[in-house]
């Protein structure tokens, strides 16, 4: 062991100041020795701070050529200061490392070692099956891997947050190959098509199974077909006509053709009587129209009648009655893939709202009563969160995905939201995420937003999220032992995240303009 300093000053249980004349880094684990009592004690800690002091060349100097005659005298006197978080007292039982939290402070004058490569590996190393590799320590000489629980990650809940760029992609694609190297079951909601590229694989065989959405109507609740039709949430009439429509269409078809309905009738006819029974609405002697006080606003069934009529056009091709529900897609041991790419938000919240509902309700059935069509925990990974669960928006997946966040685990259900505007996402979804993987966040609202959700993000942690490279993170909560500064692996099998190469672009299109002239000139020589 390499001692680098010592410590000076007053000292806390959590927190002490040393000196060094060692090169150190910030993020640097270290360990403190001392005797107290005559009992040896060993502390884990890391370094928070640093700053370089000499003191003669002090505020007051007033000129360069002073600054220069003290410095060639004093180069020997520079220090440096830095202070150290706590992490706790390590126990060693021999079987393993653990660590506990000091009741007191440390003696001043305890030893500053450089914390062993070997101790750093035992600590965050993989306790069980159950811990996957997520990348290394970053601020050590010695590659020391870190290892998160991968249970914890699925029960309590993750969120991935960056800027664009800094490494989310890269990062999910790391969570998704070690998670179906287990044989775990993921469902990622896909808003940009980057996930159907995607060259995961497990035991060399392709592990993505994409599913092109294909709805049942008669599987919406009366919110979700008419998020689907785009009728809006403060709409609340269009709505109300929709819903009583809706609801009398279900239970006159029930009347007439039994419970499987569904069986009897076209698709096209399904939309065509619904639309007859909106507009019946508009007749005061129907059974609809008794129902409406006073005289029914022809302009909001005008519009109703026309969403339906234009989703009947641009989405005609994803509605068919008795398709089962889209979580029968769902195949174990896969990246299953829900492809919302050419839908906009509206219809792909109506979606994501139905596979929610349906996924919460299969893993209460699995639990409780054995039979479901969802036999196996599942991890639903939520690109672009800020789309379904935004701060400011009211859709129909929000509900559910913050009943994932507070009832999931119960049920093996466990939800991840990636973004790269947590400011955006909805603070009450954020704080249920137990987990967190913070990249690079330059701005401060984003910053403060993330630390308001989370009392594991400290100040001194904060502070290095501007200035962090790609790939690099701090990765917080129950999935990990303590806040770790991490370079996340590079991931072999990526998701196709990465920025269009826009100078590349440009230069093809100059070269089959100079192929074009050089072909051109070509032909006039040969006449």
Wanted: glycine share 6%; proline share 4%; charged share 30%.
């Amino acid at each position: 062991m390499k001692q680098i300093g010592i410590c000076v000053g007053s000292t806390r249980p959590n927190r002490v100041n040393f000196i060094t004349e060692q090169l150190v880094r910030i993020g640097q684990f270290v360990t403190l020795f001392y005797k107290d009592g005559g009992e040896e004690k060993r502390l884990l800690g890391m370094i928070q701070s640093l700053e370089r002091d000499n003191p003669y060349l002090h505020e007051n100097i007033k000129t360069i050529q002073q600054a220069e005659g003290i410095k060639r005298f004093s180069e020997k006197e520079n220090i440096i200061r830095g202070e150290v978080h706590i992490l706790g007292e390590i126990v060693d039982t021999g079987d393993e490392i653990f660590l506990q939290i000091p009741r007191t402070p440390p003696l001043p004058a305890a030893e500053v070692y450089e914390a062993e490569p070997e101790l750093l590996k035992k600590v965050f190393g993989a306790k069980s099956k159950k811990f996957v590799r997520i990348g290394r320590l970053l601020s050590e000489k010695e590659e020391v891997p870190v290892y998160i629980n991968i249970e914890q990650v699925v029960l309590r809940h993750l969120a991935i947050l960056a800027v664009t760029g800094a490494g989310k992609s890269n990062t999910v694609s790391v969570l998704l190959k070690n998670i179906i190297n287990l044989g775990g079951t993921v469902a990622v909601f896909d808003f940009h098509g980057e996930y159907s590229k995607s060259k995961l694989t497990r035991n060399g065989k392709s592990a993505i199974n994409l599913i092109h959405p294909l709805i049942n109507p008669a599987s919406l609740k009366p919110k979700e077909f008419a998020s689907f039709i785009g009728i809006k949430q403060n709409a609340y009439v269009q709505f109300r006509y929709f819903r009583m429509a809706y609801e009398h269409l279900i239970n006159q078809l029930r009347e007439e053709k039994g419970d499987n309905w569904q069986v009897h009738i076209k698709t096209a006819d399904f939309l065509k009587r619904l639309k007859d029974t909106i507009e019946s609405i508009s007749d005061p002697e129907s059974e609809l129209g008794k129902r409406i006080k006073g005289k029914p606003r022809e302009d909001s069934l005008f519009e109703v009648l026309n969403k339906l009529e234009d989703m009947e056009l641009e989405l005609g091709h994803i509605i068919k009655l008795g398709v089962p529900p889209l979580i029968e897609n769902i195949k174990p041991g896969m990246v299953n893939i829900f492809d919302f790419s050419e839908l906009d938000e509206d219809v792909a919240d109506a979606i994501a709202s139905n596979i929610l509902r349906w996924a919460l309700e299969e893993r209460k059935k699995a639990v409780r009563q054995g039979e479901s069509r969802l036999p196996f925990p599942l991890m639903i990974v939520i690109e672009e969160a800020h789309i379904l669960a935004g701060e400011k928006r009211n859709t129909e997946s929000k509900y559910y995905i913050a009943r994932i966040a507070r009832e999931g685990r119960k049920f093996g259900l466990g939800i991840t939201v990636v973004t790269q505007r947590p400011k955006g996402l909805d603070k009450e979804i954020l704080s249920q995420m137990n987990n967190m993987i913070i990249l690079k966040l330059v701005e401060p609202e984003d910053q403060k937003h993330v630390q308001r959700a989370s009392e594991s993000l400290s100040q001194e942690l904060m502070e290095y999220l501007p200035g962090l490279n790609p790939g690099e993170a701090i990765i917080i909560g129950n999935m990990t032992k303590l806040p770790l500064l991490v370079k996340i692996d590079k991931a072999e099998e990526k998701v196709e995240g990465q920025d269009i190469d826009v100078v590349g672009k440009w230069e093809e299109i100059l070269e089959k303009e100079k192929s074009s002239v050089d072909d051109i000139l070509s032909e006039l020589d040969n006449l």
